[in-house]
């Protein structure tokens, strides 16, 4: 079965400033998609970015972006210039090809100080 | 509507009372998933519809949780003669096609029981 983790249960930036957040999974699988949501004290489960395994290039969304490290099974997060808006769970997710269920590594809490 | 609206938003009930939990997806999404996030943990997949194959039901965490889905709209999710340990919030997403299109996600329905 396939395994998310995220080492870093709590995270703190100063705003303006650069963080990167840990997540490595577990698969034999070659082909598959992983995903960073964050998650505001709201509850909602926003999409941040997502990466297809296949595509070499790193994804980016404006100031987030992913060091996608296919042969050591890892996929950070990085944050450039934080904001207050920010602060959130955020959660690093993995899914196969196919219709299967999102893999959720346990989160990781970012605290953004002013 | 706009986006993957639960109800109620949070549910109170008592140790053995049963309890249903309500989720309208997003219009058009063929793919509707249920996930169980119980405090300070990740997201524990229950079960999954897409479209009109069998659901898959191989994370519901005992017989006392059942879900139905009514052809691509309206999910509930049924927890029967409740237990402490079932306090928890209560994630519905849907999607397109599957997980490797975006699943957006409702605000989840907070469930506790006493």
């Known amino acids: 079965a396939q395994t998310v983790t995220q080492s870093q249960p709590e995270m703190s930036v100063q705003e303006a400033e650069t963080v990167t957040l840990s997540c490595t999974y577990d698969?034999?699988?070659?082909?598959?998609?992983l995903f960073w949501y964050k998650q505001p004290p709201s509850r909602q489960m926003i999409l941040v970015i997502r990466?297809?395994?296949?595509?070499?290039q790193n994804a980016t969304e404006n100031r987030f972006s992913v060091n996608f490290q296919k042969a050591a099974k890892s996929f950070s997060l990085k944050i450039s210039d934080s904001q207050l808006g920010d602060a959130a769970m955020y959660f690093c997710?993995?899914?196969?090809?196919?219709?299967?269920?999102?893999?959720f590594g346990k989160g990781t809490r970012l605290s953004v100080i002013a | 509507g706009a986006g993957v609206s639960q109800s109620p938003s949070n549910k109170v009930t008592e140790k053995g009372k049963d309890v249903e939990l309500r989720c309208d997806p997003i219009?058009?999404?063929?793919?509707l998933y249920w996930y169980r996030q119980r405090l300070g943990q990740g997201l524990e997949f229950l079960i999954y519809?897409?479209?009109?194959?069998?659901?898959?039901k191989s994370g519901l965490p005992s017989d006392r949780f059942s879900a139905e889905r009514t052809g691509e709209s309206v999910s509930t999710l049924t927890i029967q003669r409740t237990q402490q340990e079932d306090s928890a919030v209560y994630l519905c997403?849907?999607?397109?096609?599957?997980?490797?299109?975006?699943?957006?996600f409702g605000q989840g329905t907070r469930l506790t029981v006493v």
């Open positions: 997403a849907s999607s397109i096609q599957g997980q490797n299109t975006e699943a957006f």
């Open positions: 698969t034999s699988e070659s082909d598959y998609y």
């Open positions: 990466q297809e395994a296949y595509k070499q």
């Open positions: 997710a993995y899914s196969n090809s196919g219709n299967t269920p999102l893999v």
């Open positions: 219009s058009g999404h063929t793919a």
């Open positions: 519809f897409q479209g009109n194959s069998a659901p898959d």
